[in-house]
């Protein structure tokens, strides 16, 4: 239900802005020589290479890659991602894709998730969710990590994939729960760091919620697949960082260290965290 408010939200609003002010305002469309099915499968190609599609751990390779690995690594996946997508996000950036200031949760991710919804089977849908996911998401805090660039993942891109974790949310079936990835750890995540990324302590919640369902599930397999007991350590070690997160947010209703690179006015409590060595996950601002 509240997805359909929000469409005829977004419709009516677009009507009116068209109408009143009709230089201000263009519907989100997508070029489709750039997204497409090749770009879906090719996000996927390049973010699990090395990862064996039935692996419910990601190998030390990988998570290299991936999360804290040698410098030298990083820069490398780093152009890998520059010279593959560099293009796909340059498409959608502020100057030709306009995202309003306040707008719900559905409507920055529109185009999109019409493109996940489009899809011809379950399966498909669930290969576009992730896709997406990861480009808007992820491929940004590879390209984009300097203060002067870390408002394009903030501001812009941050929203689109968080629509679409939110929406993927309320989908029946809902795509992270396909057979395909349901008990694979190192795809299923990717789908819920949206949440983790929002200042909206909501989305935390059901972070936390998601997660504890999965390791239900996986502790059920445990007696009879070594490999899920893994998985679960590698769960809990995402929710340790979720808590560090939401103690954050509980605290001081945003990310500090976001402040200065979004121009934002930091609070006494915030310059005494930060100065103290507060949590800044690795970036700039």
Same mark, same amino acid.
């Given at each position: 239900?509240?997805?359909?408010? @929000?469409?005829?939200?977004?419709?009516?609003?677009?009507?009116?802005?068209?109408?009143?002010?009709?230089?201000?305002?263009?519907?989100? $469309?997508?070029?489709? $020589?750039?997204?497409?099915?090749?770009?879906?499968?090719?996000?996927?190609?390049? /973010?699990?290479?090395?990862?064996?599609?039935?692996?419910?751990?990601?190998?030390?390779?990988?998570?290299?890659?991936?999360?804290?690995?040698?410098?030298?690594?990083?820069?490398?996946?780093?152009?890998?991602?520059?010279?593959?997508?560099?293009?796909?996000?340059?498409?959608?950036?502020?100057?030709?894709?306009?995202?309003?200031?306040?707008?719900?949760?559905?409507?920055?991710?529109?185009?999109?998730?019409?493109?996940?919804?489009?899809?011809?089977? @379950?399966?498909?849908?669930?290969?576009?969710? &992730? !896709? &997406?996911?990861?480009?808007?998401?992820?491929?940004?805090?590879?390209?984009?990590?300097?203060?002067?660039?870390?408002?394009?993942?903030?501001?812009?891109?941050?929203?689109?994939?968080?629509?679409?974790?939110?929406?993927?949310?309320?989908?029946?079936?809902?795509?992270?729960?396909?057979? !395909?990835?349901?008990?694979?750890?190192? /795809?299923?995540? /990717?789908?819920?760091?949206?949440?983790?990324?929002?200042?909206?302590?909501?989305?935390?919640?059901?972070?936390?919620?998601?997660?504890?369902?999965? #390791?239900?599930?996986?502790?059920?397999?445990?007696?009879?697949?070594?490999?899920? #007991?893994?998985?679960?350590?590698?769960?809990?070690?995402?929710?340790?960082?979720?808590?560090?997160?939401?103690?954050?947010?509980?605290?001081?209703?945003?990310?500090?260290?976001?402040? !200065?690179?979004?121009?934002?006015?930091? $609070? #006494?409590?915030?310059?005494?965290?930060?100065?103290?060595?507060?949590?800044?996950?690795?970036?700039?601002?």
């Amino acid at each position: 239900m509240q997805m359909l408010i @929000d469409i005829a939200l977004y419709l009516c609003e677009a009507l009116i802005i068209t109408l009143c002010f009709p230089m201000a305002f263009r519907p989100h $469309t997508l070029n489709r $020589t750039i997204f497409n099915p090749s770009l879906y499968n090719r996000v996927l190609d390049v /973010w699990f290479e090395g990862l064996p599609r039935d692996a419910k751990v990601a190998p030390s390779a990988v998570n290299d890659r991936w999360f804290q690995g040698p410098p030298e690594i990083k820069r490398a996946f780093d152009e890998k991602c520059r010279q593959e997508f560099s293009h796909s996000l340059e498409a959608v950036n502020p100057q030709n894709y306009s995202i309003l200031a306040n707008e719900s949760s559905f409507r920055p991710a529109a185009p999109f998730i019409n493109e996940i919804n489009s899809a011809d089977d @379950d399966g498909e849908k669930t290969r576009r969710t &992730l !896709s &997406l996911i990861l480009l808007f998401d992820q491929m940004p805090r590879n390209l984009y990590r300097t203060m002067e660039t870390l408002p394009l993942v903030y501001n812009q891109y941050d929203p689109i994939a968080l629509g679409i974790a939110r929406h993927m949310l309320t989908m029946k079936p809902r795509p992270d729960l396909h057979e !395909s990835v349901r008990h694979m750890q190192p /795809w299923r995540m /990717w789908f819920y760091l949206p949440l983790m990324h929002s200042e909206d302590i909501a989305d935390h919640n059901s972070f936390i919620q998601i997660h504890n369902e999965l #390791k239900t599930e996986l502790l059920a397999m445990a007696d009879k697949d070594p490999a899920a #007991k893994e998985a679960v350590t590698s769960i809990q070690e995402n929710e340790k960082y979720e808590r560090i997160h939401y103690e954050i947010l509980e605290k001081f209703g945003r990310y500090p260290h976001r402040n !200065s690179c979004l121009g934002r006015e930091s $609070t #006494k409590e915030e310059k005494e965290y930060l100065e103290k060595g507060g949590m800044t996950f690795g970036v700039q601002g």
